[in-house]
């Protein structure tokens, strides 16, 4: 089960398994972000290309304005994912 | 190694078929974490599997989408490794080992969107076999594991 939410302070919370499945789901809620903004992966437990897909195409229309992603609690076995992906030399993770 | 006195436990293969759309990859997942379970096999491994099958396919489902038929997927062990193989029937052959691993090293102006899930695939296991043949293509991912502690 994935969800995704914007909590009070304006951080996206993100949980279960981010699939291709989800990325239409996901990509409604990341494309209503306009300015720096934090993405909290503690309860995500997976994700795939569609899921890295939509989170590169946030990043890349964020930082056209100055703005940007930043990634935080990213679990290891993520981290590993963003590592093949090279993603760890296009987002701040925290 | 051995897990029994008698020698390696023979595992018999377990095939599940599923409909060609995204909503079955849930399914997939769970047909793999109870082969898994059975098994004792590592999450490391496991979550291998979770991904690499699912870029197989949601690939095959995005650039087949009007086949009929639907999606077998085969688990099975043999020596200590974990196979799955994935056969698709009546389809174009598109042989993604040879398929050429995307330039990762730009900015992220440089990079696109997408082009990542065959890559993220092929590098999350051992070893990746592609074979066609009438019209079938056969995928078979394989990876070494560990037994989780029982």
């Known amino acids: 089960m994935f969800d995704i939410r914007i909590d009070e302070s304006g951080e996206v919370v993100l949980s279960g398994r981010f699939d291709a499945a989800q990325a239409e789901k996901a990509k409604a809620v990341f494309d209503q972000l306009a300015v720096t903004t934090s993405v909290d992966f503690k309860d995500l437990v997976y994700v795939s290309s569609a899921g890295l897909g939509v989170l590169m195409a946030t990043q890349k229309r964020l930082s056209d304005r100055g703005h940007k ?16 992906a090279r993603f760890d030399l296009i987002f701040e993770i925290e | 190694m051995h897990d029994s006195k008698e020698g390696p436990r023979l595992v018999p293969a377990v095939e599940q078929k599923f409909k060609r759309h995204l909503d079955s990859l849930a399914k997939i997942f769970e047909f793999i974490d109870l082969f898994a379970a059975q098994e004792n096999i590592d999450d490391d491994t496991k979550r291998a599997f979770d991904l690499a099958v699912d870029e197989l396919f949601t ?21 200590q490794t974990m196979f799955l193989r994935l056969t698709d029937f009546d389809v174009d052959p598109f042989d993604l080992t040879k398929k050429p691993d995307p330039d990762l090293t730009g900015s992220l102006k440089d990079r696109t969107p997408g082009g990542l899930g065959i890559y993220l695939g092929k590098k999350v296991v051992d070893d990746v076999q592609y074979h066609y043949l009438d019209r079938t293509s056969t995928i078979t991912l394989k990876k070494k594991f560990q037994k989780k502690n029982v």
Do not use: C
């Not at chain 1, 992603?69 to 093949?84: C, W």
């Not at chain 2, 690939?59 to 020596?79: A, C, M, Q």
């Open chain 2, 59 to 79: 690939n095959t489902v995005r650039y087949h989408p009007s086949n009929p038929n639907d999606v077998s997927i085969e688990l099975r062990i043999e020596n």
């Open chain 1, 69 to 84: 992603l930043r990634l935080k609690n990213v679990s290891g076995h993520i981290r590993e994912v963003f590592k093949i």
